[in-house]
């Protein structure tokens, strides 16, 4: 049985039917975590649950520390991690509240820590990153959808963007145009942080608006917030179908 952690970013910073057992304030050697990491029981399931944007929500996405975060989770024996991500759509099928189980990404982020191979590097530390998604954790989540009832896209593009800003309508066109087709901002460095650590890691992307420029208001953060309310009980739900088939 491998430990599994979720991170639960905007819209999920806390799980309702987790039961706790302990709450841990890990100090890493990259500083300090986003939130305390709350072990407990989500359906007779032992889960590890971390708030990625700190608790009131706080920290913002470029000031997230990603390196502490994977390294806690690790430090607890964690070998596979549900992120749990807002995004906004940007392709045809990509309507708020739909899920979205991406199978690649690209990354437009900077200045963020990304790599915990500063220092000390050798060539056996070019990690593989061919697929930064886990094929595994990715297919239990899609044969859970049914159970759980969500209606999901098991496929996709994420572009990770540096935020906190939304993006220009510009800025979304050519995102398509690079095959990108869903977009957010925490999505890297972690995913390839965990993968620096040998950690199984699968996104479930939310879509909380159409992308700048693919509708015809501005972005709202009511708007987000609605949809988030309705998108984040699904991912609830599908959580829950997954843990049987990856405990
Ligand atoms: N862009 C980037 N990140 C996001 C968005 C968006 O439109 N919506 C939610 N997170």
New binding site residues.
């Given amino acids: 049985m491998s430990k599994l952690a979720i991170i639960g970013g905007?819209g999920l910073a806390h799980l309702s039917n987790l039961t706790i057992i302990n709450k841990q304030m890990i100090h890493t050697p990259y500083g300090a975590v986003s939130a305390p990491l709350i072990t407990g029981e989500l359906c007779s399931e032992s889960v590890v649950f971390l708030a990625r944007h700190g608790h009131g929500h706080t920290i913002p996405?470029h000031k997230i520390n990603y390196q502490a975060n994977i390294w806690a989770l690790k430090s607890l024996g964690v070998e596979q991690i549900i992120a749990v991500?807002?995004?906004?759509?940007i392709t045809a099928k990509m309507s708020p509240k739909t899920i979205v189980i991406p199978d690649q990404l690209i990354d437009y982020t900077y200045g963020r820590e990304h790599t915990f191979y500063s220092d000390d590097f050798s060539p056996d530390r070019h990690i593989d990153f061919t697929h930064p998604y886990n094929t595994r954790l990715r297919k239990a989540m899609i044969s859970a959808s049914s159970a759980a009832n969500c209606n999901i896209v098991d496929s996709g593009v994420y572009?990770a963007?540096q935020?906190p800003r939304?993006?220009t309508a510009a800025e979304?066109n050519k995102l398509e145009r690079d095959g990108c087709d869903i977009?957010?901002?925490t999505g890297m460095p972690e995913a390839a942080l965990a993968r620096e650590l040998e950690m199984d890691y699968a996104t479930c992307a939310v879509?909380?608006?159409?992308?700048?420029g693919r509708c015809n208001d501005n972005?709202t953060m009511e708007e987000?917030e609605r949809n988030l309310v309705d998108g984040m009980q699904s991912v609830r739900d599908l959580i829950e179908k997954t843990l049987p088939l990856v405990l």
Avoid: D, R
């Fill in positions: 905007t996405p991500a807002a995004v906004g759509g572009a963007t935020g939304l993006e979304i977009v957010g901002m879509i909380a608006n159409w992308g700048a972005i987000i």
